[in-house]
């Protein structure tokens, strides 16, 4: 297994390395934004090949009815048919809090792998305590086809690949940097909108500080994509896609300068006056299965828990 340290010099040198070939394969992305989430779900390929992967997807969830409906995945199949992408890989950044996978539907229609951290395996037994569950739920991480070690690499057709383990925001965050871009979940939002939370079970201020001074390490010309965005103060449109040198000098939590006691602090104060994301509870519940709903009862029917005065 290869070292989770954040500073490992030879894991960053993997991906200085996949990035910085004097013209790194450009990776084309289709954006998907999912407004009632926030959530941006990345299509990319290789333009070459026209192999794909789909990144953090949603099951749209009614929370008041409890239905889930598939027209935001339904969206995504229609484009990857449409533009004839074969799909390879299906991949998670981590176990969302703020939206379900549709990571299986997907794979039920168009194949591909679904994929995330090995770390999955510490939020499925976090959770699990949590909600309770029994011996049925496997903490093995079993519900996904692959658990990508830190610095673990993949092609994605005929463009290297390479997953960073960037934990903080939760124990399992990945970032996946793909030819010329870099796909990072929640670990930094825009510049203007600042850093993730790390007050989740399992979070930690300190180690998002550091798994971002990791990614900050990437050549500044580096195309980053971000799974959410919630419109800065003042700003009127909706952005997800920024660069490694516009964080580096203007995110407003964490741009250079920033001591990691001072962000620590920061984050640590910012986070306690947060409340719980809406769909945390529906959420984490579906994607620590790999985005598959819990197991029927004897009636046909699948039923989530609300643990009451826990978290």
Known sequence: MTSTNPADPHLAQAARQILAAQQPPH??????????TFTASHVVHDPVSKIGAVIDSVLDFDTAAGRTATSSADAIIAYLRATGITLDWLLETHA???????????????????????????????????????????????????????????????????????????????AYIIG?????????????YGTARADFPGGDARQLYRSIRRLLALPGATRIFLCHDYKAPGRGHYVWETTIEAQR???????????????????????????????????????????????????????????????
């Open 96 to 174: 969302h809090a703020d939206h379900l996978s549709a990571a299986p539907y997907i794979q039920q229609h168009c194949g591909g792998r679904i994929a995330i951290g090995r770390e999955i395996l510490a939020v499925q037994n976090v959770f699990g305590k949590i909600f309770n569950l029994g011996a049925e739920f496997a903490r093995d991480g079993s519900q996904f086809n692959r658990l990508f070690d830190d610095g673990a690499t993949f092609t994605l057709g005929g463009i290297p690949a390479i997953a960073l383990h960037v934990p903080g925001h939760t124990p399992a965050d990945m």
């Open 249 to 311: 000098t203007t995110n407003i939590h964490v741009h250079e300068g920033i001591s990691e006691d001072n962000f620590t602090a920061m984050r640590t104060a910012r986070d306690a006056t947060l409340g719980m994301p809406r769909l945390i509870l529906p959420s984490v519940q579906v994607n620590i299965r790999g985005g598959r709903l819990p197991p029927p009862e004897d009636n046909g029917t699948s039923y989530l828990k609300l643990p009451l005065n826990l978290l």
């Open 27 to 36: 990776l084309a992305v289709q954006t998907f934004f999912d407004e009632a």
């Open 180 to 192: 010329d871009a870099a796909f990072i979940g929640d670990t930094l939002f825009m510049p203007d």
